[in-house]
């Protein structure tokens, strides 16, 4: 089979990830063969390889990369790269950041660099699935300030200081509360609480 044959067949399946298990069964040859199919196809740019057994399409969004790389565990976007999805801040990071109940690690893809933060099952919730199949999972505005509390009481100091966050107007406080009373630790509910409230004091008082 002609590499252009297989890169047109894989095209057609309209997915923006693929791995290599799949394409072997869906071209019905071996795993070996698939790889090399995909290796090959790699060389001339169309597909690039994130990790062992995945592949991605160059036009495909990077902010799909979390799910597939923390994968069985699941995760979605958050943190600062929500909150600018959200033009809740300016600065775009350079990083892109997400959550999942796996562990926690940073990625290096040579489509983006990926930082992964752990959370507890019980906080995880309050994201959007948008793009094909719902494969681009992002935090909603209260969420993704949430997380940031969330984590600044973390080892990590990533987290420690906040950017300067301009709240949308779809913003909802009584979301992010109800949020805050899901957290299982009565320790970090209390300090994620009184941080969530320092800074709508502190905008209060800047608005």
């Known amino acids: 089979m ?3 044959d297989v890169y047109t067949k894989l095209k057609q399946l309209n ?5 290599t298990n799949d394409v072997a069964a869906y071209l019905d040859i071996n795993v070996n063969h698939a790889n090399k199919l995909l290796s090959r196809i790699s060389e001339t ?11 991605l399409f160059p036009d495909t969004d990077a902010l799909v990369l979390p799910g597939f790389l923390t994968a069985p565990f699941p995760s979605y976007i958050s943190l600062q790269t929500a909150l600018y999805f959200h033009n809740m801040i300016s600065q775009i990071p350079n990083i892109i950041y ?3 109940v796996g562990r926690a690690k940073i990625y ?8 992964i933060h752990h959370i507890h099952p019980s906080f995880y919730f309050g994201y959007e699935e948008k793009g094909i199949n719902g494969l681009l999972k992002i935090a909603s505005p209260e969420k993704a300030l949430l997380d940031i509390f969330y984590l600044s009481q973390t080892k990590t100091r990533l987290f420690k200081a906040l950017p300067e966050v301009k709240l949308p107007k779809n913003f909802k406080m009584a979301v992010a509360n109800r949020m805050i009373e899901k957290i299982t ?9 009184r941080s969530f409230s320092e800074f709508i004091n502190v905008n209060a008082n800047l608005g």
Do not use: E
């Open 98 to 100: 997400a959550v999942s």
């Open 15 to 19: 997915l923006p990830v693929i791995q």
């Open 185 to 193: 630790s009565v320790r970090k509910r209390t300090l994620v609480q």
């Open 108 to 115: 290096k893809t040579p489509m983006a660099t990926v930082s």
């Open 45 to 55: 740019a169309q597909l690039i390889h994130i990790k062992h057994g995945l592949w």
């Open 2 to 4: 002609k590499l252009i």
